[in-house]
């Protein structure tokens, strides 16, 4: 996870430097045009991972496969159809509607092309990374995983020496990147799954709960979408491409530290949802109450050094400071703590397969940050208005929204979110203060800024570290880890 975060930041400056300010905000802004109409696989995307989980907790190898084969047919159909859409409506949009400027035009509807290719690649694939997840081999994907960031190294690299159009090169090797790993997904879950030997059927009655249960996702994932991406396309609409490029990084460096959090989840889902088939919910109900909590460390000691040292980050990152970007950033990843309690909470909901309310509540609340950031930007106010409406957005939902849901619907009690939020709160105000005096008094304490960078994020980590460990883990998984730390220790003094 670390290395994975460390490269994809790399990469992010040099295709940055190598495509430079407008070409990069012109792929992110066709890219986002790209996801917002295949926001539908993100509903679909989590009902088929919930099923396959579900069934391999309950160990009925003729329903998993039955349910596999069902989930992808499912998915091929749904890939033609974004397809369909993208190649009328949404390259109608392409061309009348983005600010392109004309002698790029050309470069960026090819771009936008090759991004449909890579997103329908990315649709048919989601059945095949579920079965990895639901197999729990994380080995597999967290080797995957480092292979994918090596060959986006190599990316760079042959962006760097190409003499081509830059941004074509660029979305053509990204393409031919995301086949080659789809493929390498697909030989493996082939070999070692037996559920994933593909029959082209449809289950009705699986189809039918798999389609139930995504359509309440469906509202959620098109929200996201909107804000996520739609943001993108309608800060194109409003200023410059160097405002969507500002942006666009600030979500990268976010993606990137989101990332490393949610691998974490990834490995700790598929038990949830398992011990719940089971019907051990009280097993289930721990892990996911202590893993939040842990979620919610990892995120603040990454998010604690990237505020106070966000724009000479940029600086040694990307070589310049582009405008808006340090606000962005800083408030980017300050949402991202609120958005730890929403997915982590959500999980409840998807295990015990009861997400209408959810669906109905929460994206629709977040929904409402597009026209109030339309509104906004037509009054005439600033690119990080947009910002500070989702951040507001994500702290209700996160909040507020999720804990009343999962006490209503999943049998959680005030105590069970209280024991997340409380040790969430006193690690946070315990951390801050030394890494904040050192930030206010900065110019004072050290003579450059190369000192002055790495002294804050060394000591931000670190206060976070001891003080999760102090106050914010409890004593039964304290001796756990001491004792597997030894036990790895004395493997080691034996080989």
Known sequence: MMFTMLVALYTSRVVLQVLGVEDFGIYQTVGGVVMMLSSVNGALSTGSSRFLTYELGRGDTEKLQKTFSTTLTIHIILALLIALVAETFGLWFVYNKLVIAPDRLHAAVIAYHLSILTALITITQVPYTASIISHEKMSIYAYLSIVEVILKLSVVYLLTISHWDKLIVYAVLLCILQISIALFYRFYCIKNFRETHFRMMFDRRIMKDILSYSGWNLWANTTIAFINQGATVLINLFFLPTVVTARAIANQVNMAANQFVSNFRTAANPQIVKRYAAGDYD????????????????????????????????????????????????????????????????????????????????????????????LLFKLGYGPVSLAWVLLI???????????????????????????????????????????????????????????????????????????????????????????????????????
């Open 283 to 374: 097993g289930s109900k721990r892990l996911l109450l202590s893993s939040t909590k842990y979620s919610y460390f990892m995120m603040l000691s990454l998010c604690l050094p990237v505020c106070l040292v966000a724009e000479p980050l940029i600086q040694l990152w990307l070589g310049q400071i582009p405008e808006y970007i340090v606000i962005f950033l800083q408030l980017t990843i300050v949402t991202s703590l609120f958005q730890v309690f929403d997915s982590s909470f959500y999980t409840a909901l998807y295990a015990k397969g009861q997400i209408k309310e959810n669906a109905m509540i929460s994206p629709t609340i977040l929904f409402l940050a597009f026209p109030i950031t339309y």
């Open 393 to 495: 957005g994500c702290s209700i939902v996160g909040l507020i929204v999720k804990p009343i849901l999962i006490i209503k619907i999943a049998m959680y009690t005030w105590k069970d979110t209280f024991s997340v939020f409380i040790p969430c709160i006193k690690v946070t105000i315990a951390a801050i203060p030394i890494p904040c005096l050192l930030y206010i008094y900065r110019n004072e304490l050290f003579s450059n800024s190369v000192v002055s960078f790495l002294t804050l994020s060394i000591v931000s980590v670190v206060c976070v570290s001891t003080v999760s460990w102090i106050m914010g883990i409890d004593k039964e998984v304290k001796n756990k880890l001491i004792g597997f730390a030894k036990m790895k220790i004395k493997a080691i003094k034996r080989d």
